[in-house]
């Protein structure tokens, strides 16, 4: 809505907790949330997103796995925040546009599904990312290769390596490694190294999401969300921005939801969701906390709020909730 002439102002907010929402348990998370930011950071937590296509060939359709580390932010009017707390949950760090670009934060792509069987090209978006995961997979075949010879310290002499697929099965190829050797610095020449774009590549595909949500069936659910991700770990002038979470944290994290942060990441692998996570402390000695502009919370719970932020210089104020307009409430 534009009044007077002047456009709203927006803001990006990453709201919590979304799993323990309008429970009893709800501000004590909350609570220890803030404190656990306070204390490291802002949490990026592991989701496997899947993709499949079918093969025109008729062969068994093929699925691909992308496990996303991401902090989510929703780009909104501060009036809109309470519609959107119902969801989400009804704490909310607020930034600026410009404080979180700062911070690496890019708007999602939202790909379109099928919430059936596709008629007709209703899975070409879909197809479009699987082609990304092959050629992050076709880099990550070339980059082991190469690191193989390499480490091995081989020049000459038969090379041996195995690929494949679940629904295709394995097959070793013999190769020389003179003749790889050749092949590859030939395809390479000139440009970004493989053990360079295949980071690329994979950071990428972490910014995908469905725009459906087919589990409800409820067509461009995903999509009106109207999303913002930080994700991965880039690095700035080669310093990674981002932490693995320290054993005390993770013991926080068990504490806090042993339920989500207990359990396996993904089906092949025994590392939890805890331990597959992320931690952003914020920018260069700036602490994550320092770059909120405002921290939303039900009026009830700010006494609690400023406990926790006692003695934390810098912070942003806390604002009640309530004190939003709810004009737009139960709606994005």
Same mark, same amino acid.
């Given at each position: 809505?534009?009044?007077?002439?002047?456009?709203?102002?927006?803001?990006?907010?990453?709201?919590?907790?979304?799993?323990?929402?309008?429970?009893?348990?709800?501000?004590?998370?909350?609570?220890?949330?803030?404190?656990?930011? @306070?204390?490291?950071?802002?949490?990026?937590?592991?989701?496997?997103?899947?993709?499949?296509?079918?093969?025109?060939?008729?062969?068994?359709?093929?699925?691909?796995?992308? !496990?996303?580390?991401?902090?989510?932010?929703?780009?909104?009017?501060?009036?809109?925040?309470?519609?959107? =707390?119902?969801?989400?949950?009804?704490?909310?760090?607020?930034?600026?546009?410009?404080?979180?670009?700062?911070?690496?934060?890019?708007?999602?792509?939202?790909?379109?599904?099928?919430?059936?069987?596709?008629?007709?090209?209703?899975?070409?978006?879909?197809?479009?990312? *699987?082609?990304?995961?092959?050629?992050?997979?076709?880099?990550?075949?070339?980059?082991?290769?190469?690191? =193989?010879?390499?480490?091995?310290? !081989?020049?000459?002499?038969?090379?041996?390596?195995?690929?494949?697929?679940?629904?295709?099965?394995?097959?070793?190829?013999?190769?020389?490694?003179?003749?790889?050797?050749?092949?590859?610095?030939?395809?390479?020449?000139?440009?970004?190294?493989?053990?360079?774009?295949?980071?690329?590549?994979?950071?990428? !595909?972490?910014?995908? =999401?469905?725009?459906?949500?087919?589990?409800?069936?409820?067509?461009?659910?995903?999509? @009106?969300?109207?999303?913002?991700?930080?994700?991965?770990?880039?690095?700035?002038?080669?310093?990674?921005?981002?932490?693995?979470?320290?054993?005390?944290?993770?013991?926080?994290?068990?504490?806090?939801?042993?339920?989500?942060?207990?359990?396996?990441?993904?089906?092949?692998?025994?590392?939890?969701?805890?331990?597959?996570?992320?931690?952003?402390?914020?920018?260069?000695?700036?602490?994550?906390?320092? *770059?909120?502009?405002?921290?939303?919370?039900?009026?009830?719970?700010?006494?609690?709020?400023?406990?926790?932020?006692?003695?934390?210089?810098?912070?942003?104020?806390?604002?009640?909730?309530?004190?939003?307009?709810?004009?737009?409430?139960?709606?994005?």
């Amino acid at each position: 809505m534009i009044e007077d002439g002047k456009v709203p102002a927006r803001y990006f907010y990453h709201s919590f907790p979304r799993r323990m929402r309008n429970s009893d348990g709800e501000v004590a998370a909350a609570c220890e949330i803030l404190a656990i930011i @306070r204390d490291y950071g802002l949490l990026l937590t592991p989701q496997v997103v899947s993709w499949d296509y079918e093969h025109v060939d008729g062969a068994p359709a093929r699925a691909g796995g992308v !496990l996303q580390q991401r902090a989510c932010f929703t780009e909104l009017e501060p009036r809109e925040l309470p519609g959107h =707390a119902e969801k989400f949950g009804r704490f909310a760090l607020e930034f600026t546009v410009p404080a979180l670009k700062s911070l690496g934060a890019v708007p999602v792509f939202y790909v379109p599904r099928a919430l059936e069987k596709a008629a007709g090209a209703e899975g070409a978006a879909a197809t479009l990312v *699987m082609q990304l995961i092959d050629a992050t997979i076709l880099l990550t075949r070339i980059q082991s290769v190469m690191a =193989a010879i390499k480490e091995g310290n !081989l020049n000459a002499g038969p090379f041996s390596c195995t690929f494949g697929f679940k629904e295709t099965g394995n097959q070793t190829f013999d190769l020389d490694v003179g003749e790889i050797t050749r092949v590859l610095d030939a395809f390479t020449h000139a440009i970004t190294p493989p053990d360079i774009l295949l980071p690329g590549l994979e950071g990428i !595909l972490k910014f995908f =999401a469905p725009a459906d949500d087919v589990k409800h069936g409820e067509a461009l659910g995903y999509y @009106r969300e109207r999303e913002w991700r930080i994700a991965g770990n880039p690095a700035i002038r080669g310093v990674e921005m981002m932490r693995r979470p320290s054993p005390e944290l993770i013991k926080r994290l068990l504490s806090l939801d042993s339920d989500f942060f207990g359990r396996r990441c993904r089906p092949d692998s025994d590392r939890t969701q805890a331990e597959e996570s992320y931690v952003l402390p914020g920018l260069d000695d700036v602490h994550l906390l320092r *770059m909120v502009n405002r921290i939303i919370a039900p009026e009830a719970a700010i006494p609690d709020l400023h406990k926790i932020l006692a003695g934390f210089e810098g912070g942003p104020a806390i604002v009640a909730l309530e004190t939003l307009p709810e004009n737009c409430k139960g709606q994005l």
